[in-house]
Each structure stands twice: as structure tokens, then as C-alpha cells.
């Protein structure tokens, strides 16, 4: 069956992917980079976001977004409502009055978060999910060319998908647009290769409109809507768990993103970090797994931890067809930011069934970096580095 491609679907977000490229150009399975020594990496950005800030009700978006994964698609239904009340907040204050008639709106902004309602095309909700990718859109209104891009950016050393739009005002609040070219950029090749949508032949279905329904006093956070009902959310600048996030999801820099993210933000002595309550996804650790998954679930290798107040832990790992391990243990403050934990509990659980399994020790000195109510860097076993972020999968009690 043949796939029309509907430009009205893709009102600020790039039209659908053919799937083939997509999975060209898709990353291989999550695989932790090798060990290597920490160095603090004090580069110029350290000193740039040091001078980004946000308002109050802007930092309640950007904690609604921490976390979440393919730009929305992952979002749990608690993070979406989160997401939805943090946007309502936002868009009832004033903002930028005029956006469309104000500088702040022109540039480069990365996407951060979609909704997708229900008629868009399903290889559009899947390419916009995708982590290992950077979507942006450039507006470009005063000048004699007015235009709207949006940008998919595979990599630095692959190149990118420019999906163009020759662009007007509409009122102080909307641009409209008509998609008219489009085309590849890729580094290993001296010219662009055209992105085959027939633009001029879709008539009406080419063009859209953006309605900007709060725009921030600093130009750093937009919040729009397009014609299909769908929210956005782009800010020009990110904080720095948004650019540690980026790196780990995009595997590039994750490293030098955490030395710069912990000589930033590291906790300081009167703000000692804690083993927060609640349920933590393992997304990232710096060394490379082994053979053995067991040993993988068994050291925290991998799936989740479940923190509890009274110094209980417990390890998680989905395994497949309703099968999990689970590791319980406990945990006991030894520093001002180090735990003791011992994990000795293992079985493999079904359903309401549980399988022991013998013999399963771990001890463990876990050395927090950061923790906040968002996201955890610390030392574990053997000295790797983890980074975990923050579900809402355990209600506290």
C-alpha cells in the first residue's frame, strides 16, 4: 500500500522519514563506552550556563521534561500531565506580547517535547521519537525571503534533512507556511541530494500555520501550536541536565558532559546529596557490560532501582514475556555522600510467583555525585559512573 505523505500533519516538525533511511541511519543497541579517567573539563559552555536562566514557571517545564525520552513518545501518562500543566501555567502569563513581531522568536530552536494527536502518520511519531537525533527549527521573518526549516541532524559526521518553507505573518501570534523544497546534506558527499516529496503538486496540503502561545521575556523558551492541534515544545538554550541528557542520548561527548555537568552542579557539603525515594532508570554507566546479564542486573548494571525510605533497596530488571529479576537489599550512609549497600535477596519473578536464586551477593560503596529529584550521578561498583533518571513509577507513600 502506497504512503501519501500529508503536509498538514507536519505543521512544525519534519515530514515523515522513509523508513529504510530512518533505519540507516537509526543508532546500533545501547552499548556504555568504555572505561576511561575522569578529568574536569571546565569548557567555555560551563561558563555560559552559569549566565542561562529561567523563571520559576519555566524551570516547572523544564523539571517536567527531565526524563523523558523520544521528545514525548516514551512519556508516561503522569509525565505528560506534568508536561500539559507546566504548558497551561506558561500560557496563561504574558510573555512576550507580540511574538511573531518581536527578534526574540527568530534563530535556531531545538525541539525538546511534541504531543501527537491521532492523525498524524505513524512514521512521523516514530522518526520524531528517536533520540539519537536533533530536531531544530530556524525562523527567518525579516528578511526578503521569509522562511521556516526544520532540521533533522543525524550527526556531525553524517549531515542532516532541511525540510523548508517559504513563511508570512499572519497576526501577532501566527506564521503561516508553505513547504516547498527539501534535501539532504550529507558530509561524505560534495552535493545535496533532494528529499523526493512533490511540494507543488500537494497544493493545500503543503501549507500550515504555528501559532506561538508563549514566548519568553529572555528568548530562550517557545511554546507552539500547530494547525493539527499539535504542542511544541523548543527552547534555544538548554540547562545542563538537559545537555548531559542529549549527550547520553545521542552517545557523543557523555564523558566531558558529566565532568562539567558534576564541576557545575556538583553538591557541595551543605547541600549533601541522598538516595532519594522513588524509582530510578539506569540510562547510562561507563563500563562496557559483560557476558553475563545475571551479573549485569545482580551489580546494577542495568533496569532499575527502587528506593525506599526505611533503607530498602531493590534492583529491577525486565527480562521478557512478563519475566523480571529482582535483587533487594539495603543501604546505610557511610560519608557525607557515600552508601554502604548490600544486595543479597535475588529471584526470578512471574507474575505473582517468585524463583530464588542461590548464592547472590553483592556489596556495594555508592558514591553519590549528584542527586536531585530528577537525576542521579554516581560511583558504584567497581568505580563505574552511572547516570539515572527518574519514573514515576513508585508512588511515595
Not at 498538514?8 to 572505561?35: E, G, M
Not at 523548543?234 to 541528557?245: C, N, P, V
Request: hydrophobic share 40%; aromatic share 10%.
Amino acid at each position: 500500500m502506497a504512503l501519501r505523505f500529508h503536509a498538514s500533519n507536519i505543521s512544525a516538525c519534519p515530514p515523515p522519514f522513509p523508513h529504510r533511511i530512518h533505519k540507516f541511519f537509526s543508532s546500533k543497541p545501547f552499548k556504555p563506552s568504555a572505561t576511561r579517567p575522569t578529568s574536569l573539563l571546565l569548557r567555555a559552555s560551563v561558563v555560559e550556563q552559569q549566565e542561562l536562566t529561567f523563571t520559576e514557571e519555566e524551570n516547572q517545564l523544564i523539571d517536567a521534561l527531565i526524563g523523558i525520552q523520544g521528545r514525548g513518545k516514551s512519556a508516561s501518562p503522569q509525565q505528560i500531565n506534568d508536561v500539559e500543566r507546566a504548558v497551561k501555567i506558561l500560557e496563561d502569563l504574558p510573555g512576550v506580547p507580540d511574538p511573531t513581531g518581536s527578534r526574540l522568536i527568530e534563530g535556531r530552536w531545538q525541539l525538546m517535547f511534541t504531543t501527537r494527536p491521532g492523525t498524524a502518520s505513524p512514521i512521523q511519531r516514530t522518526f520524531v521519537g528517536v533520540d539519537n537525533f536533533s530536531i531544530f527549527q530556524e525562523i527567518s521573518l525579516r528578511t526578503n525571503d521569509p522562511r521556516v526549516a526544520n532540521i533533522v541532524k543525524f550527526s556531525e559526521a553524517i549531515g542532516e534533512l532541511k525540510v523548508e518553507a517559504e513563511a508570512s505573518i499572519g497576526d501577532g501570534k501566527r506564521i503561516l507556511f508553505r513547504f516547498d523544497r527539501a534535501a539532504f546534506s550529507f558530509k561524505f558527499l560534495p552535493f545535496k541530494v533532494p528529499y523526493p516529496v512533490p511540494f507543488r503538486l500537494l497544493g493545500d496540503e503543503a501549507k500550515g500555520w504555528l501559532d506561538t502561545i508563549y514566548l519568553s521575556p529572555s528568548g530562550n523558551l517557545r511554546i507552539s501550536r500547530g494547525n493539527k492541534g499539535t504542542t511544541f515544545v523548543l527552547q534555544k538554550k538548554t540547562d545542563s541536565r538537559q545537555q548531559l541528557l542529549a549527550a547520553i542520548s545521542t552517545g557523543t561527548g557523555v564523558r566531558e558532559a558529566i565532568d562539567e555537568f558534576v564541576a557545575l552542579n556538583g553538591n557541595t557539603a551543605e547541600d549533601e546529596p541522598e538516595l532519594i525515594e522513588g524509582e530510578w532508570q539506569m540510562i547510562w554507566s561507563s563500563q562496557v557490560e559483560t557476558d553475563s546479564w545475571l551479573e549485569n542486573a545482580g551489580n546494577g548494571l542495568m533496569g532499575k532501582q527502587i528506593v525506599k525510605k526505611d533503607g530498602q533497596l531493590k534492583f529491577v530488571v525486565d527480562i521478557l514475556l512478563g519475566f523480571r529479576f529482582s535483587m533487594t537489599g539495603t543501604f546505610v550512609r557511610s560519608a557525607a555522600n557515600t552508601y554502604n549497600v548490600t544486595m543479597s535477596d535475588a529471584a526470578i519473578i512471574a507474575g505473582q510467583f517468585g524463583y530464588p536464586i542461590e548464592g547472590m551477593e553483592t556489596k556495594i560503596s555508592l558514591e553519590l555525585l549528584y542527586s536531585d529529584e530528577k537525576i542521579r550521578i554516581s560511583r558504584g561498583y567497581n568505580n563505574i559512573l552511572f547516570v539515572h533518571v527518574k519514573s514515576n513509577g513508585l508512588k511515595k507513600k
